[in-house]
Nanobody
Framework: QVQLVESGGGLVQAGGSLRLSCAAS????????MGWFRQAPGKEREFVAA????????YYADSVKGRFTISRDNAKNTVYLQMNSLKPEDTAVYYC?????????????????WGQGTQVTVSS
């Protein structure tokens, strides 16, 4: 079992930056690919970024590529999402996920390893 707790959301102006953190419990953190999804009001949850178990490989949605950076610290059981050059369309609840997999071009989450979400609001 893995429990995930996100932090770092908030209100920021367009062009600004935020850093999200996701702290995980459990001994198996380093054996899971980790990532972030987001859900805007009235829209479906969408993939944002993922990082491999070792942290060597990262993956991004086209909409955030070049602006967001995902990383992890396995010694601290924590995954991060650095968000730069934020846009109003980045406004959403951001969810951390564990034990992710890739099927074709679609990312999925095994089991039910989701955090509770953290709100990110970008004003224009």
């Amino acid at each position: 079992q893995v429990q995930l707790v996100e932090s770092g959301g908030g209100l920021v102006q367009a062009g600004g930056s935020l850093r999200l953190s996701c702290a995980a419990s459990g001994r198996t953190f380093s054996s899971y690919a980790m990532g972030w999804f987001r859900q805007a009001p009235g829209k479906e949850r969408e993939f944002v970024a993922a990082v491999s178990e070792s942290g060597d490989n990262t993956y991004y949605a086209d909409s955030v590529k070049g602006r967001f950076t995902i990383s992890r610290d396995n010694a601290k059981n924590t995954v991060y999402l650095q968000m730069n050059s934020l846009k109003p369309e980045d406004t959403a609840v951001y969810y951390c996920a564990a034990d992710m997999g890739l099927h074709g071009s679609s990312w999925y989450v095994n089991g039910d390893y989701w955090g509770q979400g953290t709100q990110v609001t970008v004003s224009s």
